[in-house]
T-cell receptor
Framework: GAGVSQTPSNKVTEKGKYVELRCDPISGHTALYWYRQSLGQGPEFLIYFQGTGAADDSGLPNDRFFAVRPEGSVSTLKIQRTERGDSAVYLC??????????????FGPGTRLTVL | AQSVTQLDSHVSVSEGTPVLLRCNYSSSYSPSLFWYVQHPNKGLQLLLK??????LVKGINGFEAEFKKSETSFHLTKPSAHMSDAAEYFCVVSDREYGNKLVFGAGTILRVKS
């Protein structure tokens, strides 16, 4: 079946511009996560949605970053006034939520953001 | 707070020889531990997971890992490396106190020589 998809695959923008990154989770997955992977590092957690609401946004680096998931499916990560330090691969993952245990997160291919 | 330390940034082995990728973790609660693999230009894929059941965990493609609480380690091993194993490997921790948030190590790049 279809996995997690992310668009665009690559985004080049200029410093100060606004960007939106889109994530389409696996159908039926109620949990959705955003991570950021900078060059040479492991992914870092940004935000977690359970349904439409952000259950944990403790990883968002500052108020230029915002994410929404209005209908509990597709999510958009929005970055205002981009800075060169925002350049990274932005990863999205989704999972089922079954019981109180751990549920596997399935990752998309990522969006590579380059801020010039 | 949770954290993961991958002790080697690069590991190089010859095809057919054993693989050992080392990982130490820190967690204030009962952790779940994972290894993910990332092939060039491909998404992260789960190799194996430990979630408080058997301490020796078997994963895909012949990989396995052993959870050692006394050593706070979760090293990844494979008896015989294959060229297709060349990739970047991430050790990951998650614990109930922090929900399902994953905390990744910095990664180990595995090179397999023919």
């Amino acid at each position: 079946g279809a996995g997690v998809s992310q668009t665009p695959s690559n985004k080049v923008t200029e410093k100060g511009k606004y960007v939106e990154l889109r994530c389409d989770p696996i159908s039926g997955h109620t949990a959705l996560y955003w991570y950021r992977q900078s060059l040479g590092q492991g992914p870092e957690f940004l935000i977690y949605f359970q349904g439409t609401g952000a259950a944990d946004d403790s990883g968002l680096p500052n108020d230029r970053f915002f994410a929404v998931r209005p209908e509990g499916s597709v999510s958009t990560l929005k970055i205002q006034r981009t800075e060169r330090g925002d350049s990274a691969v932005y990863l999205c993952a989704s999972s089922l939520v079954v019981g109180g245990g751990w549920n596997e997160q399935f990752f998309g291919p990522g969006t590579r953001l380059t801020v010039l | 707070a949770q954290s993961v330390t991958q002790l080697d940034s690069h590991v190089s082995v010859s095809e057919g020889t054993p693989v050992l990728l080392r990982c130490n973790y820190s967690s204030s609660y009962s952790p779940s531990l994972f290894w993910y693999v990332q092939h060039p230009n491909k998404g992260l894929q789960l190799l194996l997971k430990y979630t408080s059941a058997a301490t020796l965990v078997k994963g895909i493609n012949g990989f396995e890992a052993e959870f050692k609480k006394s050593e706070t380690s979760f090293h990844l091993t494979k008896p015989s490396a294959h060229m297709s194993d060349a990739a970047e490997y991430f050790c990951v921790v998650s614990d109930r106190e922090y929900g399902n948030k994953l905390v990744f190590g910095a990664g180990t790049i595995l090179r397999v020589k023919s």
